[in-house]
């Protein structure tokens, strides 16, 4: 069995962060930040940050949701997993990026393209009110 090809060793001494920003640089702006036990790659500012990738253990893993699930399961790119603290795998919605888009700048620009635009409507779905046919109604303290 081959070993897939991964980021340079994630010693936290920024390496694997410089290159994750050389990677991303010509397609979109990000910053990244620790957490997970790797590093969240986001985009935007303020209150329009969101979260387009992450790396783990070594591995690029891009933003995915119901629209851009087909073309990923088309490139064979597995689901992020992870333990939860009672051991109980959680799958996120993220997919590891497939290897030849680590060659190919274009197919890497076209997953960028895929895993912003995701993470574009999941962040217009937690602004949207939640109210399930609720009313809700202001209460203003009495004078």
Same mark, same amino acid.
């Given at each position: 069995?081959?070993?897939?090809?991964?980021?340079?060793?994630?010693?936290?001494?920024?390496?694997?962060?410089?290159?994750?920003?050389?990677?991303?640089?010509?397609?979109?702006?990000?910053?990244?930040?620790?957490?997970?036990?790797?590093?969240?790659?986001?985009?935007?500012?303020?209150?329009?940050?969101?979260?387009?990738?992450?790396?783990?253990?070594?591995?690029? #893993?891009? %933003?995915?949701? @119901?629209?851009?699930?087909?073309?990923?399961?088309?490139?064979? *790119?597995? +689901?992020?997993?992870?333990? &939860?603290?009672?051991?109980?795998?959680?799958?996120?919605?993220?997919?590891?990026?497939?290897?030849?888009?680590?060659?190919?700048?274009?197919?890497?620009?076209? #997953?960028? %393209?895929?895993? @912003?635009?995701?993470?574009?409507?999941?962040?217009?779905?937690? *602004?949207? +009110?939640?109210?399930?046919? &609720?009313?809700?109604?202001?209460?203003?303290?009495?004078?």
């Amino acid at each position: 069995m081959t070993r897939r090809p991964t980021l340079p060793a994630v010693s936290r001494n920024d390496d694997a962060s410089l290159w994750i920003e050389d990677l991303f640089r010509p397609h979109l702006a990000i910053s990244l930040r620790r957490m997970f036990g790797g590093t969240g790659v986001f985009t935007g500012d303020g209150p329009d940050r969101r979260m387009v990738a992450l790396e783990a253990d070594g591995e690029l #893993w891009f %933003k995915c949701d @119901d629209q851009t699930a087909p073309q990923w399961e088309a490139a064979g *790119a597995e +689901p992020f997993r992870y333990a &939860k603290a009672d051991g109980v795998a959680s799958v996120m919605s993220y997919r590891r990026l497939p290897e030849e888009a680590l060659d190919d700048t274009e197919v890497f620009a076209r #997953w960028v %393209k895929l895993a @912003d635009a995701a993470s574009r409507r999941a962040a217009r779905t937690k *602004a949207r +009110p939640r109210t399930k046919g &609720k009313t809700t109604a202001k209460i203003r303290p009495h004078a």
